[in-house]
């Protein structure tokens, strides 16, 4: 079972809709949390954090259930531009370092 | 501001070849430092990572080794590359572990 695990989708998602995407953790040491969007042949780039207690910024919104070791991410009135692959992203302490463990992504694409 | 540089952006190897991949961060101190390696499709692989000058810690066997001879410069290298080495290359810094990792624009290498 692989350590973080989102699915693929494609989502396939007209303007304007609401999409949910879903991402699940196996150690429970986990410490931090993360999305991040990446565009076709770029580099990641950090799109939130995720707090326990849930935190929001403009259309998106992010989610973590630590008990049921859950993360989610959900965009509201969907853009053209959201267009892309979303990265869930988990944090864990290695000695003095963190360990990012990253999920395969799931790709977005909102149609006109 | 931090930047983060990764250069080049794209290299064609032929098989057998060495390799030497160049990252450097400015703005910031004694930042971690993370070399990924991402296969078309696929999410992020985490290669080495290093905490401080000449730490340095390898995730998985394999062809490459890496080097931190100064605080904000990560090198990715390999003595002979093998076609399988072949993927997109990102270069990252965080300022501990558990925090979040921003991302050099990335090398796209192609071993033929």
């Known amino acids: 079972r692989k350590e973080v695990e989102q699915d693929p989708g494609p989502f396939n998602v007209p303007e304007g809709a609401t999409v949910a995407f879903n991402c699940t953790y196996s150690n429970s040491a986990s410490q931090s949390f993360f999305w991040y969007r990446q565009d076709c042949r770029k580099e990641p780039k950090l799109l939130m954090s995720?707090?326990?207690s849930g935190n929001e910024d403009g259309r998106f919104t992010a989610q973590l259930n630590r008990a049921s070791q859950y993360i989610s991410l959900l965009i509201r009135d969907s853009k053209l531009s959201d267009s892309a692959t979303y990265l869930c992203v988990v944090n864990r302490r290695a000695g003095n370092a963190g360990k990012s463990t990253f999920g395969d992504g799931t790709t977005l694409t909102v149609k006109p | 501001s931090q930047t983060i540089h990764q250069w080049p952006a794209t290299l064609v190897q032929p098989v057998g070849s060495p390799l030497s991949l160049e990252c450097t961060v400015e703005?910031?101190?004694?930042?971690?430092l993370y070399w990924y390696r991402q296969a078309a499709g696929r999410g992020l692989q985490l290669l080495f990572y290093s905490v401080g000058i000449g730490q340095i810690s390898s995730e998985v066997p394999q062809n490459l080794s890496a080097s931190r001879p100064q605080d904000r410069q990560f090198i990715l290298s390999s003595k002979k590359l093998l076609l399988s080495d072949s993927g997109f290359y990102l270069c990252a810094w965080s300022v501990n572990g558990n925090t979040e990792a921003f991302f050099g624009q990335g090398t796209r290498l192609t071993v033929v």
């Open positions: 703005g910031t101190s004694n930042p971690n």
């Open positions: 995720v707090y326990s």
